[in-house]
């Protein structure tokens, strides 16, 4: 079991491009959040996607936009890129649409220069 | 929404002792609560959950209790081991939706050895 695959592992872009970040879930689950981690804080919520629908978006602007796939993968897509948006981006997987059990990857580490 | 406070922020112990780290929540329509714990570098990884229609949980050396009245819950660890240094997260779902977690600021453990 590969668990949560998430790709690139390491990003650099700078002010105003945009990014996109992928997401595999673990085997078996079906639902996928995504999160943002700032250095020495917590996580904190983006959006979840579930039956291919985003189902509650977080304090997040609308150039956080995601999708997810028939096979339950899914992208987080950033556009006009901040300086303020260098951060790791997890993404975590569960089963049924709940925010139970959730299993992370290893993260993406975004750099904005 | 949502409001998660976690202390204390840092936290130095010697081998062998216990460590308590305490959580509050606002929502109290909140009733799932999961503790992450995540190395240096590494994704964070549930350790233990409860629910609000349980006092108390433990798996080994690990415990949780849950107060609903005073809308608080801690994690306890007892026997600590170098191993166990680590960031640890509590966190509490949205009452109102099981979609999302919202996150503690985190504890950084550390086990003298």
């Known amino acids: 079991d590969a668990g949560v695959t998430q790709s690139p592992t390491h990003l650099i872009k700078t002010r105003g491009q945009q990014v996109t970040l992928r997401c595999s879930p673990k085997?078996?689950?079906?639902?996928v959040s995504w999160y943002q981690q700032a250095l020495g804080q917590g996580p904190q919520f983006i959006f979840q996607?579930?039956?291919?629908?985003?189902?509650q978006r977080g304090n997040f602007p609308d150039r956080f936009s995601g999708h997810q796939f028939p096979n339950y993968s899914s992208e987080l897509n950033v556009n006009a890129l901040l300086l303020g948006d260098s951060a790791l981006y997890l993404c975590?997987?569960?089963?049924?649409?709940?925010?139970?059990?959730?299993?992370f990857g290893s993260g993406t580490q975004l750099s904005v220069l | 929404g949502e409001n998660v406070e976690q202390h204390p922020s840092t936290l130095s112990v010697q081998e062998g002792d216990s460590a308590v780290i305490k959580c509050t929540y606002s929502d109290s329509a909140s009733n799932y609560f999961p503790w992450y714990k995540q190395e240096l570098g590494k994704r964070p990884q549930l350790i233990i959950d409860?629910?609000?229609?349980?006092g108390e949980k433990k798996d080994q050396r690990i415990a949780v209790t849950l107060n609903k009245t005073a809308k608080h819950f801690s994690l306890h660890i007892t026997e600590t081991q170098p191993e166990d240094s680590a960031v640890y997260f509590c966190a509490a779902n949205s009452g109102g939706s099981n979609y999302k977690l919202t996150f503690g600021k985190g504890t950084l453990l550390t086990v003298n050895p």
């Open positions: 996607y579930y039956e291919e629908e985003e189902r």
């Open positions: 975590a997987s569960s089963w049924g649409g709940r925010a139970e059990k959730l299993f």
């Open positions: 085997s078996g689950h079906d639902t």
């Open positions: 409860i629910r609000s229609n349980v």
